[in-house]
Nanobody, 121 residues
Framework: QLQASGGGLVQAGDSLRLSCTAS????????MGWFRQPPGQDRDFVAA????????YYADSVKGRFTISRDNAKNTVYLQMNNLKPEDTAVYYC????????????????WGQGTLVTVSS
């Protein structure tokens, strides 16, 4: 129901925009989050946005470089990633939550399949 796309191989300093498109149901009333999982590590919070788009939240490691946004008419949430660093290399997942925004992956009910972002130095 959530399809993430836009990952790829880039060099340090480059930009990428990830998209997460929902199908089968409307996620306009859901909080949406992006998480990432580096190889061999746990899944970590990256960014989240309220259903209205009025509030956004970021992990300290991406503040000032990443921007989350959403277009409810298109049932799509985006993650604009600028000034990418090698430590941003991970599989990126989008997720949806019907309740209050949290940074805890287990609180999200719906997950996309992930898209791989690889940043070379």
């Amino acid at each position: 129901q959530l399809q993430a796309s836009g990952g790829g191989l880039v060099q340090a300093g480059d930009s990428l925009r990830l998209s997460c498109t929902a199908s089968g149901r409307t996620f306009g009333s859901y909080g949406m989050g992006w998480f990432r999982q580096p190889p061999g590590q746990d899944r970590d919070f990256v960014a989240a946005i309220r259903w209205s788009g009025s509030n956004t939240y970021y992990a300290d490691s991406v503040k000032g470089r990443f921007t989350i946004s959403r277009d409810n008419a298109k049932n799509t949430v985006y993650l604009q990633m600028n000034n990418l660093k090698p430590e941003d290399t991970a599989v990126y997942y989008c997720a949806a939550r019907s309740g209050v925004i949290t940074q805890t992956p287990s609180n999200y009910e719906y997950w996309g399949q992930g898209t791989l972002v690889t940043v070379s130095s």
